[in-house]
């Protein structure tokens, strides 16, 4: 009794388990796992009792009971095995109340019997075994209600073989553990229906059905039994166009996707056991020995007839628990987006000559007017000069000059605005280097030793200097620059400040807007495109009268720190 009760327990520990690891409205297989487990539980449960009883009516009575699992147990098999492989997926899903019409008259049948004798025509004790036994002389229902689980749980061992046949070799385990753990209990049952040896009168099925559990128990933990379902290679790895690769430890393939064979243009059974550098001939070192151990990503090219295609090539450990078990290499055909870049090269390389040659001659005709104006000036008689009006024009005309090729030089600088891959850059390195072109001109720099490297474009030293441009251009009285950096949660903000006459209230935004401003309003406007590229935000903070403030937003993954003391994590505490 203390057996059979504990083999009900692991059974209902088993689908107690199923039953918070899946959601078994989405997961069908997990609910007929679950319906396994505490038909399994009933049946060793009542069957405890009909061994422990001593009276004939009390063990009739827990033997009856038992058809609440025993009834279920074997459709519940054939569903499982239907659902998991993927065999007859689709007939247990049309036909699964009519599956249950049988199971549900055995156990009317069983209940009733005593009214018309067709599951049982007779039933007696026998105590030759030392305790007394239960003994059924069975009638023609129970041995159709047999049949039909009996052929129900063949099925469901044939979807298991039929699926260990097809599925290539990371994915047997699992074909393998369900096909043991479905054989226990049938061997078991046909001891006791053969009346074999001690097991003539002594069922050993519930026992055997908890071995099941057992097993299925141990595939779970460790091989992912309920997890991976085997049918998902088949159903969704083999229909996948990215090629697909299982290698082993010693770099052999064991598994490999039907795109995969087409990139190499090879059968099945030419690749398997070969290396991954076999794969696309032995000419071709696609996966380098000294770092297949651990996980990379490149660009590949192939030949295909005349026609060269490009792949991203990415391998990747397999690992169980942290012990290493193989690879997984995937095969991405970048062939299309190879070639809009490539394209998209060539374009920008004709615009950028153009830009450049349509630049150098505007420049040239700048210049030309430049120096036409300086010589009229010279040309025009004293009196002319004299004249405000004429004095005025000549103002105008040489500011005008100016600003075109301020503009036009803006032009080099934004044309190469996001071109270069942004870069991990010293900020006070790039300040310092930006405020190296206002040597000599009064103004101090104060800028922050500190480890702070931010994730900005190349142009971000083009950035400092705009800025430290437009405070001496517009900040009238700037004498001194200072640049600090200090955290503000999770992220950083850089602070760029003067003692200048800071900027008006309604100007705080409209200074980053493209021809806002007493120049060319082109420096700030530039700044925050630079900024932008990596989601760097700039905005400015200062007091009008007391100098202007930019604050440099920097977002957690843009920012890092060298080798230096850590930061302090405290909001607003500086480096």
């Given amino acids: 009794m203390v057996a059979l009760i504990f083999s009900g327990l692991i059974s209902t520990l088993l689908a107690v388990k199923a039953y918070k690891a899946f959601n078994y409205r989405r997961v069908p297989f997990a609910k007929y796992f679950i319906l396994i487990m505490l038909s399994m539980s009933l049946w060793s449960v009542n069957y405890a009792f009909e061994v422990g009883s001593l009276d004939i009516e009390s063990k009739y009575l827990f033997a009856r009971l038992q058809y609440l699992g025993i009834a279920f147990a074997p459709v519940a098999w054939f569903a499982f095995a239907a659902e998991y ?41 026998d105590a030759s075994g030392g305790f007394p036994l239960l003994v059924f002389i069975h009638g023609p229902f129970f041995w159709i209600f047999y049949v039909y689980s009996f052929v129900l749980i063949l099925l469901g061992i044939y979807f298991f073989i039929k699926q260990f046949v097809h599925l290539t070799v990371p994915y047997r385990a699992q074909a393998a553990i369900a096909l043991t753990a479905a054989c226990v209990p049938v061997f078991g049952n046909l001891l006791h229906i053969g009346d074999v040896g001690p097991f003539e009168f002594f069922d050993p099925t519930p026992f055997s059905f908890t071995i099941t559990g057992l097993i299925l128990f141990w595939g779970t933990m460790q091989h992912e039994f309920l997890n991976i379902i085997p049918i998902a290679r088949e159903s969704v790895i083999e229909s996948m166009n990215d090629g697909y690769i299982v290698a082993d430890l010693s770099n052999s393939i064991v598994d490999i996707n039907t795109a995969a064979l087409g990139l190499a243009g090879k059968t099945r059974k030419e690749v398997f056991g070969k290396s991954l550098n076999e794969l696309f ?46 690879k997984l290499v995937m095969i991405h055909d970048i062939t299309e987006i190879y070639r809009y870049q490539e394209a998209l090269k060539q374009a920008n390389k004709k615009i950028n000559l ?5 630049r150098h ?43 075109i090729h301020s503009q036009i030089i803006f032009t080099r600088d934004y044309q190469e605005l996001g071109v270069v891959s942004p870069t991990w850059q010293s ?24 480890d702070l490297e931010i994730y900005a474009d190349p142009l971000l030293k083009k950035a400092f200097y705009n800025l430290f441009d437009n405070a001496k251009t517009h900040g009238e009285r700037v004498s001194e620059i200072w640049v600090s950096s200090r955290r503000a949660g999770e992220q950083v903000v850089i602070e760029i400040r003067d003692n200048g006459v800071g900027v008006p209230a309604d100007m ?35 007091i009008e009268g007391e100098g202007a403030r930019f604050e440099i937003t920097v977002p957690q993954e843009n920012w890092r720190k060298g080798s230096s003391d850590s930061m302090d994590n405290s909001q607003g505490q500086d480096f």
């Fill in 85 to 125: 492989t993927g065999v007859a997926r689709k007939f247990v899903r049309s036909y699964e109340k009519v599956l249950f019409v049988l199971p549900f008259l055995a156990i009317v049948s069983m209940l009733t019997n005593s009214l018309h004798g067709l599951h049982f025509e007779g039933y007696y004790l």
């Fill in 281 to 326: 001939g032995a000419e071709m070192d696609v996966f380098p020995e000294d770092i297949l151990e651990e996980g990379f990503s490149r660009e590949i090219s192939l030949k295909s007839g005349s026609e060269s295609r490009f792949f991203t090539l990415s391998v990747t450990p397999l690992t169980t628990r942290d012990d290493a078990e193989g």
């Fill in 354 to 358: 153009m830009s450049n040659i349509t």
């Fill in 361 to 403: 001659d505007i420049l040239n005709q700048v210049n030309v007017l430049s120096g036409y104006t300086e010589l009229i000036s010279e040309m025009l008689p004293q009196d002319v000069k004299e004249d405000p009006r004429i004095g005025k024009y000549l103002k105008n005309l040489n500011k005008g000059i100016e600003t």
């Fill in 427 to 450: 900020v006070s390195s790039a300040a310092r280097e930006a405020a190296f072109a206002f040597s000599g001109q009064g103004i101090k720099f104060s800028i922050e030793e500190n």
């Fill in 508 to 542: 705080k935004e409209l200074i980053f807007e493209k021809s806002v401003g007493k120049n060319t309003g082109l420096g700030l406007f530039l700044v925050r495109g630079i900024l932008s590229i990596t989601g760097l935000e700039i905005k400015e903070t200062g």
